[in-house]
Protein backbone atom coordinates (compact mmCIF):
# COMPACT_ATOMS: atom_id res chain seq x y z
CA UNK A 1 0.00 0.00 0.00
CA UNK A 2 1.33 3.47 -0.82
CA UNK A 3 1.66 5.70 1.95
CA UNK A 4 -0.84 8.42 0.36
CA UNK A 5 -3.44 8.64 -1.70
CA UNK A 6 -4.90 11.51 -3.48
CA UNK A 7 -8.30 11.67 -3.82
CA UNK A 8 -11.90 13.54 -4.80
CA UNK A 9 -15.17 14.07 -3.86
CA UNK A 10 -17.17 15.23 -6.36
CA UNK A 11 -20.34 17.54 -5.80
CA UNK A 12 -23.34 17.67 -8.02
CA UNK A 13 -26.76 19.34 -8.97
CA UNK A 14 -28.37 15.69 -10.48
CA UNK A 15 -31.65 15.68 -12.14
CA UNK A 16 -33.68 13.26 -14.01
CA UNK A 17 -32.08 13.45 -16.86
CA UNK A 18 -29.73 10.68 -16.78
CA UNK A 19 -27.83 11.46 -20.21
CA UNK A 20 -26.98 15.45 -18.64
CA UNK A 21 -26.01 13.80 -15.13
CA UNK A 22 -23.44 11.71 -16.45
CA UNK A 23 -22.18 14.16 -18.78
CA UNK A 24 -20.55 16.38 -15.80
CA UNK A 25 -19.49 13.36 -14.02
CA UNK A 26 -17.59 13.25 -16.97
CA UNK A 27 -16.51 16.22 -16.58
CA UNK A 28 -15.94 17.11 -13.19
CA UNK A 29 -14.13 13.39 -13.27
CA UNK A 30 -11.70 14.31 -15.89
CA UNK A 31 -11.18 18.00 -14.21
CA UNK A 32 -10.22 15.76 -10.66
CA UNK A 33 -7.74 13.78 -12.59
CA UNK A 34 -5.93 16.40 -15.37
CA UNK A 35 -5.64 19.19 -12.95
CA UNK A 36 -5.25 17.61 -9.46
CA UNK A 37 -4.00 14.11 -9.81
CA UNK A 38 -6.72 12.34 -7.93
CA UNK A 39 -6.25 8.58 -8.11
CA UNK A 40 -9.72 7.37 -6.09
CA UNK A 41 -12.71 9.40 -7.31
CA UNK A 42 -16.07 9.16 -5.26
CA UNK A 43 -19.50 10.35 -6.81
CA UNK A 44 -22.56 11.37 -4.30
CA UNK A 45 -25.90 9.66 -3.86
CA UNK A 46 -28.16 9.70 -7.05
CA UNK A 47 -25.43 10.63 -9.34
CA UNK A 48 -27.12 9.95 -12.30
CA UNK A 49 -30.57 10.21 -11.42
CA UNK A 50 -32.42 12.65 -8.62
CA UNK A 51 -35.73 12.55 -9.45
CA UNK A 52 -39.53 11.04 -8.07
CA UNK A 53 -38.46 7.87 -6.03
CA UNK A 54 -41.57 6.50 -7.68
CA UNK A 55 -39.59 7.25 -10.81
CA UNK A 56 -36.31 4.97 -10.33
CA UNK A 57 -37.01 2.03 -11.61
CA UNK A 58 -37.32 3.23 -15.47
CA UNK A 59 -33.94 4.31 -14.55
CA UNK A 60 -32.49 1.17 -12.91
CA UNK A 61 -29.96 -0.56 -14.66
CA UNK A 62 -28.65 -4.51 -13.74
CA UNK A 63 -24.70 -4.42 -12.82
CA UNK A 64 -23.72 -7.05 -14.97
CA UNK A 65 -25.77 -5.53 -18.14
CA UNK A 66 -24.60 -2.99 -20.71
CA UNK A 67 -26.96 0.29 -19.61
CA UNK A 68 -26.21 3.73 -19.87
CA UNK A 69 -25.21 4.30 -16.17
CA UNK A 70 -22.67 1.20 -15.81
CA UNK A 71 -21.06 1.40 -19.10
CA UNK A 72 -20.33 5.48 -18.63
CA UNK A 73 -18.75 4.47 -15.26
CA UNK A 74 -16.63 1.46 -16.60
CA UNK A 75 -15.18 3.75 -19.24
CA UNK A 76 -14.62 6.83 -17.69
CA UNK A 77 -12.55 4.19 -15.08
CA UNK A 78 -10.56 2.58 -17.65
CA UNK A 79 -10.38 6.12 -19.82
CA UNK A 80 -8.73 7.95 -16.68
CA UNK A 81 -7.00 4.82 -15.18
CA UNK A 82 -8.29 5.81 -11.40
CA UNK A 83 -10.69 3.96 -9.00
CA UNK A 84 -14.29 4.94 -8.87
CA UNK A 85 -16.97 4.32 -6.07
CA UNK A 86 -20.00 6.02 -7.39
CA UNK A 87 -23.48 5.75 -5.18
CA UNK A 88 -25.93 5.19 -4.92
CA UNK A 89 -27.54 4.15 -8.44
CA UNK A 90 -30.78 2.38 -8.97
CA UNK A 91 -29.92 -1.14 -9.14
CA UNK A 92 -32.50 -3.49 -10.21
CA UNK A 93 -34.00 -5.88 -7.65
CA UNK A 94 -36.31 -9.02 -7.61
CA UNK A 95 -39.43 -6.12 -7.07
CA UNK A 96 -39.41 -4.06 -10.06
CA UNK A 97 -40.73 -1.51 -8.40
CA UNK A 98 -38.44 -1.69 -5.49
CA UNK A 99 -34.39 -1.20 -7.07
CA UNK A 100 -32.03 -1.28 -4.35
CA UNK A 101 -29.54 2.01 -4.12
CA UNK A 102 -26.52 0.51 -4.48
CA UNK A 103 -22.63 1.91 -4.45
CA UNK A 104 -20.48 0.35 -6.48
CA UNK A 105 -16.74 0.31 -7.11
CA UNK A 106 -15.17 0.15 -10.34
CA UNK A 107 -11.25 -0.63 -10.73
CA UNK A 108 -9.17 1.15 -13.08
CA UNK A 109 -9.61 -1.16 -15.57
CA UNK A 110 -12.85 -0.88 -15.96
CA UNK A 111 -13.81 -4.03 -14.03
CA UNK A 112 -16.46 -3.95 -11.36
CA UNK A 113 -14.78 -4.67 -7.71
CA UNK A 114 -17.30 -4.95 -5.09
CA UNK A 115 -20.83 -3.26 -4.61
CA UNK A 116 -23.12 -1.99 -1.52
CA UNK A 117 -26.82 -1.73 -1.27
CA UNK A 118 -27.87 0.48 0.96
CA UNK A 119 -29.05 -0.75 4.28
CA UNK A 120 -30.96 2.16 6.01
CA UNK A 121 -33.92 3.70 4.16
CA UNK A 122 -34.88 7.02 4.74
CA UNK A 123 -37.97 7.21 5.67
CA UNK A 124 -38.78 10.41 7.99
CA UNK A 125 -40.37 13.49 8.24
CA UNK A 126 -37.48 16.26 9.51
CA UNK A 127 -39.87 19.45 9.69
CA UNK A 128 -38.44 20.63 5.91
CA UNK A 129 -42.06 20.04 4.11
CA UNK A 130 -41.22 16.72 3.48
CA UNK A 131 -42.23 13.43 4.38
CA UNK A 132 -39.60 10.87 2.67
CA UNK A 133 -40.56 7.40 2.28
CA UNK A 134 -37.76 5.68 0.36
CA UNK A 135 -38.45 2.28 1.22
CA UNK A 136 -41.82 3.13 -0.61
CA UNK A 137 -39.83 2.80 -3.63
CA UNK A 138 -36.65 1.22 -2.80
CA UNK A 139 -35.54 -2.29 -1.97
CA UNK A 140 -33.07 -2.61 1.34
CA UNK A 141 -29.80 -4.07 1.18
CA UNK A 142 -28.84 -6.20 4.37
CA UNK A 143 -24.76 -6.20 4.96
CA UNK A 144 -21.76 -4.63 5.33
CA UNK A 145 -19.49 -4.29 2.50
CA UNK A 146 -15.26 -3.42 2.02
CA UNK A 147 -13.31 -3.63 -0.86
CA UNK A 148 -9.62 -2.79 -1.75
CA UNK A 149 -8.23 0.64 -3.88
CA UNK A 150 -4.37 0.63 -3.80
CA UNK A 151 -4.32 -1.76 -0.93
CA UNK A 152 -6.22 0.48 1.16
CA UNK A 153 -9.69 -1.49 2.66
CA UNK A 154 -12.66 1.18 1.75
CA UNK A 155 -15.76 0.63 3.71
CA UNK A 156 -18.86 1.63 1.67
CA UNK A 157 -22.24 3.27 2.57
CA UNK A 158 -24.29 5.50 1.62
CA UNK A 159 -26.28 8.66 3.57
CA UNK A 160 -28.36 7.66 5.75
CA UNK A 161 -26.19 4.93 6.87
CA UNK A 162 -24.40 7.98 8.69
CA UNK A 163 -26.81 7.95 11.59
CA UNK A 164 -25.95 3.91 12.29
CA UNK A 165 -22.41 4.16 13.71
CA UNK A 166 -22.46 0.03 14.45
CA UNK A 167 -22.54 -0.40 10.13
CA UNK A 168 -18.97 1.68 10.49
CA UNK A 169 -17.72 -0.31 13.56
CA UNK A 170 -18.28 -3.97 11.33
CA UNK A 171 -16.41 -2.38 8.52
CA UNK A 172 -13.50 -1.57 11.17
CA UNK A 173 -10.35 -2.73 9.74
CA UNK A 174 -10.96 -0.44 7.18
CA UNK A 175 -8.79 2.70 6.01
CA UNK A 176 -10.90 4.76 4.58
CA UNK A 177 -15.14 4.68 4.20
CA UNK A 178 -16.70 6.69 1.77
CA UNK A 179 -20.62 8.36 2.30
CA UNK A 180 -22.03 9.18 -1.13
CA UNK A 181 -25.30 11.69 -0.13
CA UNK A 182 -27.93 13.25 -1.13
CA UNK A 183 -28.97 15.16 2.75
CA UNK A 184 -31.38 17.72 2.94
CA UNK A 185 -30.75 20.93 3.48
CA UNK A 186 -32.54 20.94 6.89
CA UNK A 187 -30.98 18.03 7.93
CA UNK A 188 -27.21 18.86 6.78
CA UNK A 189 -26.92 22.30 8.18
CA UNK A 190 -26.69 20.69 11.92
CA UNK A 191 -26.11 17.09 11.49
CA UNK A 192 -23.32 16.72 8.08
CA UNK A 193 -20.19 18.24 9.46
CA UNK A 194 -21.12 16.70 13.22
CA UNK A 195 -21.80 13.04 11.96
CA UNK A 196 -19.25 12.63 9.42
CA UNK A 197 -16.26 13.73 12.06
CA UNK A 198 -17.61 11.52 14.58
CA UNK A 199 -17.56 8.54 12.41
CA UNK A 200 -14.26 9.71 11.23
CA UNK A 201 -12.76 10.24 14.88
CA UNK A 202 -14.65 7.18 16.39
CA UNK A 203 -12.70 4.57 13.89
CA UNK A 204 -9.69 6.81 13.03
CA UNK A 205 -10.81 6.15 9.17
CA UNK A 206 -10.67 8.98 6.46
CA UNK A 207 -13.84 10.02 5.52
CA UNK A 208 -14.68 10.98 1.97
CA UNK A 209 -18.19 12.37 1.35
CA UNK A 210 -19.24 13.70 -1.87
CA UNK A 211 -22.90 15.51 -1.33
CA UNK A 212 -25.42 16.61 -3.49
CA UNK A 213 -26.13 20.28 -3.72
CA UNK A 214 -29.03 22.54 -4.46
CA UNK A 215 -31.94 22.77 -5.48
CA UNK A 216 -33.64 19.28 -7.61
CA UNK A 217 -36.77 20.77 -9.33
CA UNK A 218 -37.75 17.07 -10.75
CA UNK A 219 -38.16 16.50 -6.82
CA UNK A 220 -38.74 19.94 -5.26
CA UNK A 221 -36.27 19.41 -2.68
CA UNK A 222 -32.87 21.35 -1.94
CA UNK A 223 -30.25 18.86 -1.00
CA UNK A 224 -27.21 20.60 1.30
CA UNK A 225 -24.14 19.86 -0.76
CA UNK A 226 -20.67 20.49 1.27
CA UNK A 227 -18.86 17.79 0.29
CA UNK A 228 -15.83 16.40 3.09
CA UNK A 229 -12.98 14.77 3.13
CA UNK A 230 -12.35 14.05 6.93
CA UNK A 231 -9.05 12.93 8.22
CA UNK A 232 -8.91 9.91 11.19
CA UNK A 233 -8.29 13.07 13.72
CA UNK A 234 -11.63 14.26 12.64
CA UNK A 235 -10.43 17.56 11.04
CA UNK A 236 -11.81 18.42 7.46
CA UNK A 237 -9.25 17.99 4.94
CA UNK A 238 -11.26 19.90 1.78
CA UNK A 239 -14.71 20.75 1.85
CA UNK A 240 -16.25 21.43 -1.76
CA UNK A 241 -17.22 25.12 -2.53
CA UNK A 242 -21.50 25.81 -3.20
CA UNK A 243 -22.88 24.09 -6.42
CA UNK A 244 -20.63 21.17 -8.58
CA UNK A 245 -17.49 20.80 -8.24
CA UNK A 246 -14.51 19.25 -6.22
CA UNK A 247 -12.99 18.58 -2.64
CA UNK A 248 -9.29 17.46 -3.45
CA UNK A 249 -7.29 16.21 -0.69
CA UNK A 250 -3.92 13.71 -0.37
CA UNK A 251 -4.37 11.19 2.18
CA UNK A 252 -1.67 9.82 4.44
CA UNK A 253 -2.11 6.98 5.82
CA UNK A 254 1.40 7.30 7.97
CA UNK A 255 -0.61 10.13 9.77
CA UNK A 256 -3.06 7.69 9.95
CA UNK A 257 -0.72 4.84 11.67
CA UNK A 258 0.46 7.48 13.86
CA UNK A 259 -3.42 8.28 14.98
CA UNK A 260 -3.93 5.10 15.65
CA UNK A 261 -0.86 3.77 17.82
CA UNK A 262 -1.03 7.00 19.96
CA UNK A 263 -4.82 6.11 20.75
CA UNK A 264 -5.40 2.71 20.26
CA UNK A 265 -9.27 2.55 20.64
CA UNK A 266 -9.97 -0.94 18.42
CA UNK A 267 -7.68 -2.67 20.96
CA UNK A 268 -9.58 -1.39 23.65
CA UNK A 269 -12.83 -2.10 22.81
CA UNK A 270 -14.84 -4.10 24.85
CA UNK A 271 -18.58 -4.63 23.91
Known amino acids: MPDTLRVAAVQLQSTADVAANL ?8 RAVSAFGAQLLVLPENFAFQGAEADKRTA ?62 FDVDPGDGHAYRESAATTAGAAPVTTTVQGAEVGLSICYDLRFPELYRAMHTARIVTVPAAFTAATGK ?35 GKSLIVDPWGDVLAQAPEGPGLAVAELDFRRQDAVRRGMPVATHRRL
Open 23 to 30: QQVRALCT
Open 60 to 121: AESLEGQGPIVSTLRALARELGVDLIAGGMPERAEDPDRPFNTSVHVGADGVLRASYRKVHL
Open 190 to 224: DHWHVLLRARAIENQVFVIAPAQHGAHPDTKRTTY
